[in-house]
């Protein structure tokens, strides 16, 4: 920490001679209401009564671009882990207390395509950086538009496309065998990519490789019409290493998982996910009129992984399809959003024993057939400085399930109908540049498929769906002759049914309800414009933190009495520290850093993964020679070399909570393109 202040104030010592020959007329304008906002039909941040965090290209760009990991983690009340490469986890506001892997309780959607698969997971996996053009985090449940959910909801927004001709290339290479290449040629209204990310990994049994191909094209269909179509292939391949005891972590954070008893480690059981996914989606346009407009998605999805684990060999097929549709109708000062959403599918899951990385005896032979609809309504109504918001969603999901490997066969389904989620808001704009909301909102959050049919090969149809309420005032403002931005909010939000991990002996999870639990916190984004963009050297400090404060309210689980325990998987504390400097020749440069204090790994709250300092860096040089733009750059993560475990395996058994992240490492890269006509 006193490195990176003692950084940050060398830096302000030397920009500090041009502040004062500064005019208000040439101040850069840090303006929220210029930040444009597509959740809940809205049209900037300052007229949104709701927790929402924009990421743009800039941000996404200040990292490597191996994924999009530590530019959302620059976020308040959103963490994104990775257990191993390609392994990743992502929570809002601690939703990640019942994910031991992958994104559930977070509802995603790709440009309007719902991304989330009806059974409630999202493979975030599956895309590449740079299928990634921005993203609108919307923090607590997103009830009156975006149906089931406690956790949040993600809104991808999907590269543009030019009506130019382009190529660009990429290529970079780092510590731990990393080496990342990505090609795209943009055509006028046509954009093909392709994208290869590959390491040898930081620990043992944590190689990876990711390769994609994308298409993406956007066509006029009537004269106020316009249809964009997606399509995405993905292949990945990755090791999981296992989590280890604190004793092990001790004694070699870099190793996998080892031998214990009759519990085969990670390396001789080749624990390891092979994954290929396709989307294909297309989302239409269209202005009935000046006041009437629709947008309309469809999407197909197809999965398949196959994947040893340490106890079982599992193969899984998992196709589904769906579309979402909105209509807005808007007047001088009342707008309607109203739609539907539908998704179906039927997956397949045969698990059979793993020996030593090969398949055995066939222990299940499972189908899943899963169906979710959605009704949505919100009404939005500008009355003088007020803006209030009402809507609700009315949400359906079932399942059927066969288990063919049993005599008798087992037959069982599971639903949940009717389940009302209302939202209410209200926003008062104080001036052009201030606003307070207070939003209140209803979550419901049916378990994912994966949590009622568990790793452990048991299935628990009596799982519970979580419900609560969250009430959330929240103000944001631009200050200082508009070079301050602050964007703060407070949370208040209590959960029936919170659903939880267990872990059994082997490392398979499992599921159960935790009766009622407490969620309070405040969240604060702040941006500074040092020195403005027009001058030779701009400067643009930021600042997000965290407080949380989750605790169980009642959960008493066999002669454990857990109740007032704080939740695990959850920082109390999280803060960043960033700033971007740029030289209108070129050079440019960002450093940030990242404090997370203490987490508590299990229930009992016995056993706590200690506090930790990230410090990263990025140079570079970026320039034009007639139409040829081209970029270098190098940075590291990590520079203080910090050992801790990110990922952490909550309620493992025995104590296996531990998988350390990456230590000090560096990368350099170049980016050349082709513009024609340029």
């Known amino acids: 920490m006193k490195n990176f202040i003692f950084l940050v104030s060398v830096l302000l010592l030397i920009s500090a001679q041009n502040i004062n020959a500064q005019t208000k007329d040439s101040l ?23 927790a929402i965090n924009k990421i743009g290209q800039n941000e996404l760009m200040r990292y490597g671009d191996a994924n999009i990991l530590q530019a959302v983690n620059a976020t308040a009340g959103v963490r994104m882990e990775e257990r191993s490469p390609g392994s990743y986890r992502l929570n809002i506001r601690g939703s990640s207390v019942r994910s031991p892997y992958g994104v559930r309780n977070v509802k995603i959607y790709y440009d309007n395509i719902p991304f989330t698969a009806p059974g409630g997971n999202s493979m975030l996996n599956m895309l ?34 030019a009506n130019a001709t382009r190529f660009d290339s990429q290529l970079s290479a780092g510590s731990f065998g990393a080496l990342n290449y990505h090609l795209k040629l943009q055509l006028p ?49 990755y090791q999981t290493p296992g989590a280890l005891t604190l004793a092990e972590f001790q004694a070699n954070p870099w190793q996998a998982r080892p031998s214990v008893g009759a519990n085969q480690g990670a390396v001789l059981a080749n624990a390891s996910i092979h994954q290929q996914a396709a989307l294909l989606g297309l989302t239409h346009r269209y202005s009935f009129s000046s006041k009437l407009n629709n947008t309309t998605s469809l999407y197909g999805f197809y999965n398949e992984t196959k994947n040893p684990a340490i106890q079982n060999y599992e193969l899984k097929k998992e196709p589904h399809w769906g579309g979402r549709t909105t209509f807005t109708y808007g007047l001088k000062n009342l707008t309607l959003n109203f739609g539907g959403e539908f998704q179906t599918g039927d997956f397949t899951s ?24 959605m009704g949505f309504a919100q009404i939005n109504w500008e009355l003088e400085k007020w803006l209030f918001t009402a809507g609700a969603s009315i949400n359906h999901f079932s399942l059927d399930f066969l288990r063919a490997s049993e005599t008798p066969n087992i037959n069982a389904s599971k639903s949940f109908s009717g389940q009302v989620q209302p939202r209410f808001a209200a926003l008062y704009r104080f001036n052009k540049a201030f606003s307070g909301y207070v939003n209140l909102s209803k979550g419901f959050s049916p378990p994912a498929s994966s949590e009622i049919f568990a790793d452990n090969n048991t299935y628990n149809l009596a799982l519970a769906a979580e419900n609560g309420w969250n009430v959330e005032p929240g103000i944001r403002g631009i200050f200082f002759s508009e070079r301050l931005a602050v964007d703060a909010s407070y949370f208040h939000t209590l959960l029936s049914n919170s659903i939880v991990t267990r872990r059994d002996a082997a490392g398979a999870n499992y599921y159960v309800n935790a009766g009622k639990s407490k969620q309070q916190g405040i969240e604060a984004n702040l941006s500074y414009q040092l020195i403005p963009k027009g001058k030779s050297l701009s400067v643009l400090v ?60 299990n229930d009992a709250n016995t056993q706590y993964a200690d506090s930790f300092q990230l410090v990263s860096l990025k140079l570079g040089y970026q320039k034009q020679i007639k139409n040829i733009p081209f970029q270098v750059f190098a940075g590291a993560d990590n520079l203080l070399d910090q050992t801790y475990s990110l990922g952490n395996d909550i309620n493992g058994f025995g104590g296996r909570y531990y998988n350390v992240a990456p230590g000090r490492s560096f990368y350099l890269g170049l980016k050349v393109g082709w513009m024609k006509g340029g």
């Open 28 to 50: 850069a304008k840090v303006a929220l209401d210029s930040v444009v906002i597509n959740a809940y039909g809205g049209k900037n941040l300052l007229s949104t009564p709701a």
């Open 128 to 161: 590449g950086f740079f299928n990634v053009g921005g993203m609108e985090i919307i923090k607590g449940p997103g009830s009156s538009l975006y149906g089931a959910g406690t956790g949040g909801v993600v809104l991808l927004e999907s590269p543009t496309v």
């Open 189 to 237: 209204k046509h954009a093909f990519g392709y994208e290869e990310v590959s390491a040898d990994g930081y620990r043992e049994h944590t190689a990876m490789k990711r390769r994609l191909a994308s298409y993406q094209t956007q066509l006029k269909t009537f004269a106020t019409g316009q249809l964009n179509l997606y399509f995405i292939y993905s292949n990945l391949n």
């Open 350 to 373: 045969k698990t059979y024993r793993n020996l030593q990385g090969t398949r055995g005896n066939q222990v299940t032979d499972d189908e899943l057939s899963l169906l979710q609809i």
């Open 542 to 601: 930021q600042g997000a933190y965290a407080y949380h404060n989750f605790k169980y309210d009642e959960f008493v689980q066999l002669d454990q009495d857990f109740s007032s325990n704080q939740l695990p998987g959850v920082a109390p504390h999280n803060y960043t520290l960033m700033a971007d400097l740029a030289n209108r020749n070129g050079l440019f440069a960002f450093v940030s850093y990242n404090h997370s204090s203490k987490i508590a790994l």
